[in-house]
Structure formats: structure tokens, C-alpha cells
């Protein structure tokens, strides 16, 4: 049974930082593409940052130079290090691992992140 289980929201003031991490389990986990998505109230659900089997990165434009995507195939986890956080930045954030040979999604239950003074 494949389980994607996120932790580390919570709520943070403007401009501090927060540290999410993705532990996954029952998926050969160094060979999937890992990413973090969001979901902020009545959008649609979009790609913050995402890293490639073989440690490419890709961020959306939104979070370049404040957020960091890494992965440890040792732990079987991915992280996404979020800094100088704005409150556009508040959404529940989804874990997820994607391959394409075979074609295979998965998602975790996501973790909220809140942005308030």
C-alpha cells in the first residue's frame, strides 16, 4: 500500500520560514519524480516545485529563490524548505510521486500552511 505522508504546516508570520517533509512507503521511491503542490481556497490546485529521480529541480515562478525542493532516497523523503514566506504562500500543500514508465500518481492528505500576522 503506497502512503505519501506529509508534516511540518502550521502557522507562520510573514517573512518566516517553514520546513515541510514527505515521507513515502510502499513505492520504490528513488524512482519517482517527487513534487509539492498547493491548493489555496477556491483555486485550483498548482505545482510549486518538484524533483526528478535524478535530483532535477523546477519551481514555479511564484516561489524561485524562496522555496528549495530535496529529496533523501535514504529516507524515503522529500522536504521543501520555504523561506521569507508571503500570505499568498497559505494553502494546503500535497505531496505527490509521479512516474511515467509505468504510468503511476500518487498523493498524500496534504499539510495546511498558514500566513498571518
Known amino acids: 500500500q503506497v502512503q505519501l505522508v506529509e508534516s511540518g504546516g502550521g502557522l507562520v508570520q510573514p517573512g518566516g520560514s517553514l520546513r515541510l517533509s514527505c515521507a513515502a512507503s510502499?513505492?520504490?521511491?528513488?524512482?519517482?519524480?517527487m513534487g509539492w503542490y498547493r491548493q489555496a481556497p477556491g483555486k485550483q490546485r498548482e505545482l510549486v516545485a518538484a524533483v526528478t529521480s535524478g535530483g532535477t529541480t523546477n519551481y514555479s515562478d511564484s516561489v524561485k529563490g524562496r522555496f528549495t525542493i530535496s529529496r533523501d532516497n535514504a529516507k524515503n523523503t522529500v522536504y521543501l524548505q520555504m523561506n521569507s514566506l508571503k500570505p499568498d504562500d497559505t494553502a494546503v500543500y500535497y505531496c505527490?510521486?509521479?512516474?511515467?514508465?509505468?504510468?503511476?500518481?500518487?498523493w498524500g492528505q496534504g499539510t495546511q500552511v498558514t500566513v498571518s500576522s
Open positions: 510502499g513505492i520504490i521511491f528513488s524512482s519517482y519524480t
Open positions: 505527490n510521486a509521479r512516474r511515467s514508465k509505468p504510468r503511476t500518481n500518487y
